[in-house]
Nanobody
Framework: VQLQASGGGLVQAGGSLRLSCAASGRTFRNYALAWFRQVLGKEREFVASVYYSGTNYADSVKGRFTISRDNAKDTVDLQMNGLKPEDTAVYYC????????????????WGQGTQVTVSS
């Protein structure tokens, strides 16, 4: 089972990036899928989740980020608009057995991180 994240990079403040995460090894269509982020020296924090048709967002990204999933492809994307320097972090995708595991920060599967750097 593997979650492969891609799409990170360097962008100026106000710009956009789209992260994508592809699952392999099994289907995740019945799992809650999410994105977390972590700044060096700080705890990993929840960014957004999608479980069936429901989505949740951290207050810090509401209105700027959009999470979406494609069950046919077993992918989950994170469209990030209006990026700010404080969005700079390593972003991780994750899959959990239901939403509570995501919101507790204890999903069953983690992908490798992808670096997002927003310059001011």
């Amino acid at each position: 089972v593997q979650l492969q994240a891609s799409g990170g990079g360097l962008v100026q403040a106000g710009g956009s990036l789209r992260l994508s995460c592809a699952a392999s090894g099994r289907t995740f269509r019945n799992y809650a899928l999410a994105w977390f982020r972590q700044v060096l020296g700080k705890e990993r924090e929840f960014v957004a989740s999608v479980y069936y048709s429901g989505t949740n967002y951290a207050d810090s990204v509401k209105g700027r980020f959009t999470i979406s999933r494609d069950n046919a492809k077993d992918t989950v994307d994170l469209q990030m608009n209006g990026l700010k320097p404080e969005d700079t972090a390593v972003y991780y995708c994750a899959a959990g057995f239901g939403l509570p595991s995501i919101l507790r920060g204890t999903p069953a599967y983690w992908g490798q991180g992808t670096q997002v750097t927003v310059s001011s």
